[in-house]
Nanobody, 125 residues
Framework: QVQLVESGGGSVQAGGSLRLSCAASGDISKTYCMAWFRQAPGKEREGVAGIYRDGLRTYYGDSVQGRFTISLDRAKDTVYLQMNTLEPEDTAVYYC??????????????????WGQGTRVTVSS
């Protein structure tokens, strides 16, 4: 019912920037809440940032607060994650997720119904 496609990942040096995109298609009414998660090798999947459809409510994980910015282009049904001042610790596969309601915690992966395939981000020092 919902397809999410991430893009924009790549390899950068520490201190660099990347912008990830997540294009949603299908039943957009089921993407009221959107979020970015990431998973590094040997680590649990963690919430990076979340946003509601109105674009006014945003949430960030402590480790990215002040460096990353999530935004939404409603006309394009696309969510972005601007990542600045990247650190080697940011290296991970980043996943876009969506859910129809804003229930539970924004950063709990099990609350999300739809997921993209992931895009890899590598930050070297």
């Amino acid at each position: 019912q919902v397809q999410l496609v991430e893009s924009g990942g790549g390899s950068v040096q520490a201190g660099g920037s990347l912008r990830l995109s997540c294009a949603a298609s299908g039943d957009i009414s089921k993407t009221y809440c959107m979020a970015w998660f990431r998973q590094a090798p040997g680590k649990e999947r963690e919430g990076v940032a979340g946003i509601y459809r109105d674009g006014l409510r945003t949430y960030y994980g402590d480790s990215v607060q002040g460096r990353f910015t999530i935004s939404l282009d409603r006309a394009k049904d696309t969510v972005y994650l601007q990542m600045n001042t990247l650190e080697p610790e940011d290296t991970a596969v980043y996943y876009c997720a969506a859910r129809p309601e804003g229930r539970g915690n924004w950063d709990t992966s099990r609350e999300y119904d739809y997921w993209g395939q992931g895009t890899r981000v590598t930050v070297s020092s």
